[in-house]
């Protein structure tokens, strides 16, 4: 007997790959709404772990090992999924508009699109600086650089990384250990690498207790990172070109000037324009505002996750720690706004563990007041709770 097809519902329509997407999906697999269709839109088929990147970038992870395929995960979730670039929301007809023309309905919406550094306000920055996102393109221009440095490792060169938050510290720290390994290899001094860090205030990574601070700055300082504090950058050019290797100009507000063979922007998080535009409300950072229960505070049929979203009542620094947290209350408050269920809030926890690569398989494990130096057995306790995340993507481990 031919089993009747559930007739559809409601839509559910999830826009980004990001954390909160990906946990929500697999757990949709394990537990769908009958009538229910599920619709998962993202400019790429696959969506990077952000604690296993800077170990990527450092040769410790494949391609692969930090990465997650939405392919398989969306066909387990049993969701259509559409590889496109969202470019716009009709939020009163409950539209999804993208970049190569196709429109989704949606009854209920979900954003997970994580972040992208803020350019626009320095000159050359768009033209001549590469963005720490999306991570696709960081990595095609890394995977050149090491490249290039690998067929000419005779050859000095010289990195600039804007932005000294923990992402930009992991970068430097990163990919001199990446690019060090690559002279040593080729019997070529260290010292044909340069790197500088630029910052605009006068302490590193900011959101972090004083302790960390210190230990980074220190370690950095020890390994000749070049270090630029205080300096805002205000004007991006390139220069001339010389033995066939293009060179740029970094000015700063002090009239510093740097020139650098590659330049990478880890600055401040911002968000598309087409949120705001839409008419969500957004705070200055063009972030979605949401309640406790992720849901927009302008849009009830809208809810947001991870870097995008601001929470109103619990404001938290942009770290993926929290958007791995809200998978879980993302999955259930979806579904019981679509079982027309009253939604549970969600408090994200104010102190958690901070386990910082320093580039060479050690860690720096920090929370609140406490922190603890620099470490192989951190480095090993940050790997197994990465590689334990990944796990839970692993095609084989969904299908079962």
Not at 332 to 360: A, F, H, M, V, W
Request: charged share 20%.
């Amino acid at each position: 007997m031919q089993q009747k097809l559930q007739p559809i519902v409601k839509d559910l329509v999830l826009i980004g790959g990001g954390h909160s997407h990906a946990i929500a999906l697999k757990m949709f697999g394990k537990k769908p709404l009958p009538g229910i269709r599920l619709t998962l839109i993202t400019a790429a088929k696959n969506t990077a772990y952000s604690g296993m990147l800077p170990g990527h970038i450092a040769g410790f992870y494949s391609h692969d090992d930090c990465h997650i395929d939405l392919r398989p995960l969306a066909n387990f979730a049993q969701a259509r999924l559409y590889i496109d670039t969202v470019v716009a929301l009709d939020l009163e007809n409950h539209k999804v508009l993208c970049a190569n023309g196709l429109v989704v309905d949606f009854d209920v919406l979900s954003i997970d699109i994580g972040s992208t550094p803020a350019t626009v306000s320095v000159s050359g920055a768009a033209e001549y600086a590469i963005a720490a996102k999306p991570v696709s393109h960081l990595l095609e221009h890394w995977y050149e650089l090491i490249e290039t440095v690998g067929k000419n490792p005779q050859k000095p060169i010289s990195i600039a990384i804007v932005g000294g938050g923990a992402g930009g510290v992991e970068l430097a720290l990163s990919m001199q250990s990446h690019i060090h390994r690559i002279l040593r290899q080729t019997q070529q001094p260290i010292q044909n690498l340069e790197i500088h860090l630029f910052q605009r205030g006068m302490e590193l990574m900011p959101n972090y207790h004083s302790s960390v601070r210190h230990q980074i700055q220190q370690i950095l300082t020890e390994r000749g990172i070049k270090l630029h504090l205080g300096e805002t950058v205000c004007k991006l050019a390139p220069t001339t070109r010389r033995e066939t290797k293009e060179i740029f100009k970094i000015k700063c507000e002090s009239g510093l000037t740097v020139e650098c063979n590659k330049i990478f922007w880890v600055t401040q998080a911002s968000a598309p324009e087409w949120l705001k535009t839409a008419g969500l409300g957004t705070d200055e950072q063009g972030f979605i505002l949401v309640e406790d229960t992720l849901q927009s505070q302008t849009h009830p049929q809208v809810f947001a996750s991870g870097d995008v979203a601001t929470i109103v009542n619990h404001p938290r620094p942009k770290a993926g720690v929290f958007a791995v947290r809200q998978g879980k209350p993302l999955f259930e408050n979806l579904q019981r706004i679509l079982l027309s269920k009253s939604l549970k809030p969600y408090k994200p926890q104010k102190q958690y563990l901070s386990l910082i690569g320093t580039g060479d398989k050690r860690a720096i494990a920090t929370k609140g007041i406490f922190t603890l130096p620099p470490h192989k057995l951190l480095w090993c306790y940050k790997d197994w709770i990465d590689r334990r995340f990944m796990e839970r993507f692993y095609f084989k481990e969904i299908r079962e």
